[in-house]
């Protein structure tokens, strides 16, 4: 199995800026894509941002200019810079990991992604 552990979140005031990391451990794929996803109370979760394993990434619009996604560490460190943080990106962010995805040309559903990380809290004050 895939273990994914997110860090990095916290409170900013708008304008501000977080990185978040997941560490990515056991199980290795072949050509694995990564992704961020985020969840407010009572809503659907919602792709944030993702990357396959040839470095494509894909961006929901609302983040695109700001957010960053990025992998480290031989592809064991996920990351998501995100800057000019604003009060909607308020959430919970999650990591999560699909074996089976070889190229992206748009965030994947969420549907094609097995292995989950258990969660981080991001809040952005006005």
């Known amino acids: 199995q895939v273990q994914l552990v997110e860090s990095g979140g916290g409170s900013v005031t708008a304008g501000g800026s977080l990185r978040l990391s997941c560490a990515v451990s056991?199980?290795?794929?072949?050509?694995?894509?990564m992704a961020w996803f985020r969840q407010l109370p009572g809503q659907e979760r919602e792709g944030v941002a993702a990357?396959?394993?040839?470095?494509?990434?894909a961006y929901t619009d609302s983040v695109k200019g700001r957010f960053t996604i990025s992998q480290e560490n031989e592809k064991k460190t996920l990351i998501l810079q995100m800057n000019n943080l604003q009060p909607e990106d308020t959430a919970v962010y999650f990591c999560a990991l699909a074996s089976d995805i070889n190229h992206i040309a748009a965030m994947p559903p969420i549907r094609y992604f097995p292995f989950w990380g258990q969660g981080i809290q991001v809040t952005v004050s006005s």
């Open positions: 056991g199980r290795q794929y072949t050509t694995p894509c």
């Open positions: 990357i396959d394993f040839y470095g494509a990434t």
